[in-house]
């Protein structure tokens, strides 16, 4: 095994700016592909659920472009420009509510993996490392959130 392996642990020099920026970029693809996501869920659920979960929906999509913006700024006053290349392909299928807020757990969950991935690679950057465990606290709520309306 290379030491690379295990640079999660312990990654001694502090990140570059311009890794810094490779990282942020990586989280604002990952917001922005939930905001899609979200767009399209909130718009694809059919039926009476609609009424409760359109809202809920919608919050998300706010709330992830947000985020989004967030990390916009943050790349901008690091000397950056935001960069993407996503590709997302949402179903033109009706969904019941309760298939969207599986879809939307889904889609928070890979946006708080990413975060922790992330956290794990920034360490040395004590003002990234902040504003990471802050997005980790929120993103595990809405985990937790998106859950609780799931159970039986
Ligand atoms: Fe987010």
């Keep these: 095994m290379h030491r690379r392996e295990s640079d999660e642990e312990q990654s001694s020099a502090p990140p570059t700016s311009e890794e810094v920026i490779a990282e ?13 996501r979200y767009l399209h869920l909130a718009n694809a659920v059919r039926g009476l659920e609609r009424l409760s979960v359109e809202p809920v929906l919608k919050a998300g999509f706010q709330e992830t472009i947000q985020h989004a913006e967030i990390i916009a700024r943050k790349i901008r006053s690091l000397g950056g420009v935001p960069q993407t290349d996503i590709q997302v392909s949402c179903p033109a299928e009706p969904l ?57």
């Excluded at 942020?24 to 899609?36: D, P």
Aim: proline share 0%; aromatic share 4%; charged share 35%.
């Design 24 to 36: 942020l970029n990586r989280l604002f693809a990952e917001e922005i592909e939930a905001a899609v």
């Design 96 to 152: 019941t509510g309760r298939d969207a807020i599986r879809q939307a757990l889904t889609v928070e969950e890979a946006a708080l993996e990413a975060y922790h991935d992330v956290l794990r690679r920034v360490s040395g950057d004590v003002s990234l490392d902040e504003f990471v465990r802050a997005q980790i606290a929120i993103e595990s709520e809405h985990v937790a959130e998106l859950r609780e309306l799931l159970a039986e």
